[in-house]
């Protein structure tokens, strides 16, 4: 089994900055790819960004310029970097990962609430 957590949620105002942090643990056999989705009140879980093995990022075009994600040392912590943050930003943020075709986690989620 693997386990990710979630850490860095708050509330920012608009404009402003946050930092999510995921750190996976448990059985990962090779380095996975890993990514951020997230789920607005109402609404279907979306993809922000994820990371490749290789290191080959993707976006959601809504977040381009303004997020980056990243990984840390061991290759399975991934970091969102998110700047330039907007109310319609705010969500529950997810952490996934997934390990060849057939293994995939998420995490427990961390809100990210910008107001003012």
């Given at each position: 089994?693997?386990?990710?957590?979630?850490s860095g949620?708050?509330?920012?105002?608009?404009g402003?900055?946050?930092?999510?942090?995921?750190?996976?643990?448990?059985s990962i056999l090779?380095i996975?790819?890993?990514?951020w989705y997230?789920?607005?009140?109402?609404?279907?879980?979306e993809?922000?960004?994820t990371?490749?093995p290789g290191?080959?990022?993707?976006?959601?075009?809504?977040?381009k310029g303004?997020?980056?994600?990243?990984?840390?040392n061991?290759?399975?912590?991934v970091?969102?970097?998110?700047?330039?943050l907007?109310?319609e930003?705010t969500?529950?943020?997810y952490?996934?990962?997934?390990?060849g075709?057939?293994r995939e986690?998420?995490?427990?989620?961390t809100?990210v609430?910008v107001?003012?």
């Amino acid at each position: 089994q693997v386990q990710l957590v979630e850490s860095g949620g708050g509330l920012v105002q608009p404009g402003g900055s946050l930092r999510l942090s995921c750190a996976a643990s448990g059985s990962i056999l090779v380095i996975p790819t890993m990514g951020w989705y997230r789920q607005a009140p109402g609404k279907q879980r979306e993809l922000v960004a994820t990371i490749t093995p290789g290191g080959a990022t993707n976006y959601a075009d809504s977040v381009k310029g303004r997020f980056t994600i990243s990984r840390g040392n061991p290759k399975i912590t991934v970091y969102l970097q998110m700047n330039s943050l907007k109310p319609e930003d705010t969500a529950v943020y997810y952490c996934n990962l997934k390990e060849g075709a057939s293994r995939e986690f998420w995490g427990q989620g961390t809100q990210v609430t910008v107001s003012s």
